[in-house]
């Protein structure tokens, strides 16, 4: 049995201007959420992740880089 192979993705976060960025070159929007408790807002990348995860993405760290932040992900490769 032959072991299993993952490819990765990495998605780059930026609060500032509230967009993401993935390493295959695909980009979107982050939405604002009112926090139902305080008067602030923030940028969010549930919808991004969710997304990803419809497509078979398994987000396995984040990093910190530079304002932002840095998701890496990996999904099982086909076995064809």
């Known amino acids: 049995m ?3 192979g993952w490819e990765y993705l990495e998605v780059y976060v930026f609060p500032d201007p ?3 960025m993935d390493s295959t070159g695909r ?3 982050m939405p604002m959420v009112q926090s139902r408790t305080a008067s602030y807002r923030w940028p969010t990348s549930v919808e991004a992740l969710n997304t ?3 497509e078979g993405w398994e987000l396995v760290s984040t990093v910190t ?3 932002g932040y840095r998701l890496l992900l ?4 086909d076995a064809d």
Do not use: C, H, Y
């Not at 990996?74 to 490769?77: A, E, F, G, M, Y």
């Open 27 to 29: 980009v979107g929007k």
């Open 2 to 4: 032959a072991a299993q």
């Open 52 to 54: 990803l995860g419809a």
């Open 74 to 77: 990996k999904r099982p490769l």
């Open 18 to 20: 509230e967009e993401w």
């Open 65 to 67: 880089a530079g304002q």
